[in-house]
């Protein structure tokens, strides 16, 4: 597609359910960021994809979350029994190399609004 | 992956010329230097991106040091619109990880 499209983009759900997190990137970008931005924070990283294989996964903040990306393309972030602190912005990147200088610069998506009651 | 230092915080009025500085003491030879802008609600979007000397664009202009330690976004004339947190990623291309950024409010 012509831009980074995640949804959905807006997500309520009760403490204790599980919710996934779609992040579809521009087409033929490689590299898939997954971030967290809580109200008035800056950018908390949480895993990163180069194709469908992940080498960094160190952001991930417990085994309560998880991703996954098939075909070099769609991502999911699943996060299992969600808590009230898991309420926050959940951004997706994908990585191109469009900058006059070279070198790769990320294009985001509009982000999904978790609110966990 | 070089650490960033910048301000919190800045305060600036319409038409003026803001800059905003970026440390990155340990900043490596393959590492270029890239600056976004996000407003509420919204993803980071990109500015502008230099690996040395000076960089300008319709946007703002970047200017690194020969040390390539800091580098200082500036943005001419700034507009209420302006009003945004930007932040400065140093690194390789791949490892994206963002520091706290700096809150520009621009006032009338």
């Known amino acids: 597609g012509a831009g980074v499209s995640q949804s959905p983009s807006n997500k309520v759900t009760e403490k204790g359910k599980d919710v996934e997190l779609r992040c579809d990137p521009i087409?033929?970008?490689?590299?898939l960021y997954w971030y967290r931005q809580s109200l008035g924070q800056g950018l908390e990283f949480l895993i990163y994809?180069?194709?469908?294989?992940?080498?960094?996964k160190s952001g991930l903040p417990s085994d309560r979350f998880s991703a996954e990306r098939t075909g070099g393309s769609v991502s999911t972030l699943t996060i299992q029994r969600t808590q009230q602190e898991d309420s926050a912005v959940y951004l997706c990147?994908?990585?191109?190399?469009?900058?006059?200088?070279?070198?790769?610069?990320?294009?985001f998506g509009a982000g999904s609004r978790l609110t966990v009651l | 992956l070089a650490k960033t230092t910048q301000p919190i915080s800045m305060d600036s009025y319409e038409g003026q010329e803001v800059n905003i500085t970026c440390s990155h003491n340990?900043?490596?030879?393959?590492?270029?230097i890239t600056w976004y802008q996000q407003f509420p609600s919204q993803g980071p979007r990109f500015i502008i991106q230099g690996y040395k000397t000076k960089v300008t664009n319709e946007v703002a202009s970047l200017f690194i040091p020969a040390d390539r330690k800091s580098s200082t976004l500036s943005l001419p004339r700034v507009s209420l619109s302006d009003t945004a947190v930007y932040y400065c990623?140093?690194?390789?291309?791949?490892?994206?990880?963002f520091g706290a950024g700096t809150r520009l409010t621009v006032k009338p």
């Open positions: 990623l140093v690194g390789d291309g791949f490892d994206m990880r």
């Open positions: 994809f180069q194709g469908n294989s992940a080498p960094d």
């Open positions: 087409s033929g970008h490689t590299a």
């Open positions: 990147a994908t990585n191109s190399q469009s900058s006059p200088s070279g070198a790769n610069v990320l294009t």
């Open positions: 340990n900043i490596a030879t393959n590492d270029y």
